[in-house]
């Protein structure tokens, strides 16, 4: 199992980006796009036949779902009884990353952990049925998803170059913002929005968590986890401790949290942690 976590020193209050939110009716799902599932030619390299699929925001034919899609990666997310990821796949080779349901992301405050979305009460975890889906219930403390919006990527820089380049133009793509509140009486005020970014012509998806605190209450954030991601083994070894075993190949992963001065990425990256799964137990 994979995390990403923010630095572990505590923080002692807890601040977020001042992001405005429109509600978005029920409705709204029916505006998107219906998804049509579609895979590359077999032996198709992107780095040598650009894919033209632009990236998208779309909701499945029966409107339980929201997926997203630039024909390279392929994200599906189950909208109810509370959001959940069931699949990550790479549509070069049609590789399925996930074996199990977990939270978007978590939450620590004033010491105490909560989920961001997710589904509980799937039955095995070495693999995920898609009828399990309509079985699967919301953690009663779990932040639940309330709204979301969608949209063409917006550059964070408006850049001009200056030199030779093979490509001027800005980057574009689609995003997706999720947003969450707690059905706790003690964390009324607190919204959370989990934001993806779907890059053209790329299998990059960028995702980060905002938090904002409406409320008149102070909270200390002690943590966050920014992905949690129940991924198929790269291989089942019956020996040796997790940390001597082959993380999976199918993901690359890099955050703008990195310390300690190395010129290498895996020494510098503080963040990034593979892990053994507690829930997993089928499995040696």
Not at 194 to 202: I, K, P, R, S
Request: aromatic letters at 10%; a neutral charge.
């Amino acid at each position: 199992m994979m995390r990403f976590f923010s630095t572990p020193r505590l923080r002692p209050a807890l601040v977020a980006a001042a992001l405005a939110f429109i509600s978005v009716p029920s409705r709204a799902q029916n505006d998107l796009p219906v998804y049509h599932p579609r895979s590359l030619p077999a032996g198709t390299d992107w780095l040598v036949t650009p894919v033209t699929t632009k990236a998208g925001v779309y909701r499945s034919q029966d409107g339980r779902d929201l997926i997203l899609d630039n024909g390279l990666v392929h994200r599906a997310f189950r909208l109810g009884p509370n959001l959940a990821c069931y699949s990550y796949q790479n549509l070069t080779n049609g590789q399925e990353l996930l074996r199990a349901l977990k939270p978007e992301g978590r939450l620590t405050l004033d010491g105490t952990a909560y989920n961001v979305g997710g589904l509980l009460g799937q039955p095995e975890m070495a693999y995920l049925l898609p009828a399990w889906l309509d079985t699967l219930h919301a953690g009663s403390t779990d932040f639940r998803l309330v709204s979301y919006t969608s949209g063409p990527l917006r550059p964070y820089l408006h850049w001009r170059t200056r030199t030779w380049t093979g490509n001027p133009g800005q980057p574009t793509g689609a995003e997706l913002s999720l947003r969450f509140t707690s059905p706790l009486p003690a964390l009324q005020g607190l919204e959370v929005t989990v934001h993806y970014e779907l890059y053209d012509g790329l299998p990059l998806l960028v995702k980060w968590l905002s938090l904002e605190n409406r409320g008149g209450r102070v909270f200390r954030l002690d943590r966050v986890a920014h992905e949690i991601l129940g991924l198929v083994e790269e291989e089942s070894a019956v020996v040796g401790t997790p940390e001597q075993m082959k993380k999976q190949h199918g993901i690359y992963v890099e955050t703008n949290y990195a310390f300690n001065n190395a010129m290498r990425y895996d020494i510098s990256d503080q963040t990034t942690h593979w892990l053994p799964d507690p829930s997993y137990t089928s499995q040696v």
